[in-house]
């Protein structure tokens, strides 16, 4: 095994691979996943730069609801305020630099745990301790720095580039593919925070296609989904996705008899919507998954990992047997992309490893390719 050779440029190798015409093409080179280098350019001109999902706004309904990530290095809180808005800021105390809060959870005021300065819910200081001796000092100074934040389609997004232009804006297309589903409406019943050994656009690409699905997923949903049913259109410049036939195999997969607004096979199709940079959603007419990914060094990935219903399965008497064969479901799945996320890293850092020509079935790898590489200097 060996580490990135140095004296490779993978900005100059991903731009040069994704000048090939996609009948043509290979897999990105492998240094794109395991030079540090590329890291701190993905780091400064993607994830400082573009939207990233923290999860779902109803996961934090209550005023004082508050969850907490690093992104890009920059400690952050989103949180509810005293007047029912969602609002992302610095995570970091006016004071000495103290992180502030921790985990998820509700607060009625943000208080630091080193010198107990403490924060309304919007960032504007409320109380500092044995302060009135300093002649300097002038409370109504001290406000937490905000960051931009909106709420999508009951997504939360936040941004650390000030001049980010609205989110709707890069996923117009998107609307009139996915308008039925009503996801704005989808409930979250899990969420869960993980860790794997694998570097993240490993675990984006694996999403991105379902031609692994039969042989990674053969204990769980290889057998529910039909190679030659899956649909790959070409990408758009905000996200690419492709689209999969359901049975009733899996019935929460299909739309409930209460919906009414889905026909025809619209009503068992699965979009796998990847939002770029690494918002991962699987809609279906009854329920939907997501990975929001964020990298731990070249070779970890975080992930934000949550589900749940469309509104009829959540007010359907038997909602709960429907969630827990969902969950049951979605956990065994994750244990196969784990094991097969972790393979491919591990192969990645080969002095054998070399790309290959991609499938049919795996256009949405090549479009995420090309926007990686439009984002590079």
């Not at 690494?278 to 009854?286: A, D, F, K, N, R």
């Not at 990935?301 to 007010?315: H, K, L």
């Not at 097969?340 to 490893?353: F, H, I, N, P, Q």
Request: glycine fraction near 8%; charge should be negative.
């Amino acid at each position: 095994m060996t580490a990135h050779d140095p004296n490779v440029d993978p900005v100059a190798e991903l731009k040069a691979n994704v000048r090939v015409p996609f009948e043509n093409a290979r897999a990105m080179p492998k240094a794109v996943y395991t030079s540090e280098a590329f890291l701190e350019a993905e780091l400064q001109y993607i994830f400082r730069q573009d939207w990233f999902c923290v999860g779902r706004a109803d996961a934090l309904p209550n005023p004082g609801d508050y969850t907490t990530l690093d992104l890009a290095g920059q400690p952050i809180m989103v949180i509810r305020d005293a007047d029912g808005a969602l609002r992302a800021q610095s995570n970091v105390c006016l004071h000495r630099m103290s992180t502030l809060l921790h985990g998820s959870g509700n607060t009625k005021t943000i208080v630091c745990p080193y010198h107990a300065w403490t924060y309304n819910l919007d960032g504007k200081l409320r109380g500092a301790p044995a302060m009135t001796l300093n002649e300097g000092f002038e409370k109504s100074e001290y406000c937490l720095p905000q960051v931009k934040c909106e709420e999508w389609l009951g997504w939360i997004m936040i941004s650390l580039n000030p001049d980010a232009a609205p989110v709707g804006d890069g996923l117009s297309e998107m609307m009139p593919l996915i308008e039925n589903y009503g996801m704005e409406s989808y409930s979250q019943t899990f969420f869960e925070t993980h860790t794997w050994d694998t570097n993240w656009k490993v675990l984006a690409e694996n999403f991105m296609e379902s031609y692994h699905l039969p042989v990674c997923h053969a204990g769980t949903i290889g057998g529910l989904s039909k190679l030659e049913e899956m649909i790959c259109p070409p990408g758009l410049s905000g996200f690419n996705y492709h689209t999969i036939m359901k049975d009733d195999t899996l019935k929460i997969a299909l739309a409930h008899p209460d919906n009414t607004r889905m026909k025809g096979d619209e009503r068992r199709t699965t979009y796998l919507l990847a939002i770029y940079p690494s918002l991962l959603i699987t809609l279906t007419p009854g329920y939907f998954w997501y990975l929001s990914l964020h990298p731990n060094g070249v070779g970890k990935v975080d992930i934000r990992f949550g589900g749940g219903m469309s509104p009829e399965y959540v007010n359907d008497p038997e909602s709960q047997s429907h969630f827990t064969h969902l969950k049951s479901l979605l956990d065994d799945v994750n244990v196969e992309d784990k094991g097969c996320t972790e393979k491919v890293y591990r192969g990645l850092c080969s002095d054998a490893a070399k790309p290959g020509h991609l499938s049919h079935l795996e256009r949405p790898n090549y479009d995420f390719a090309t926007y990686l590489a439009s984002r590079m200097p």
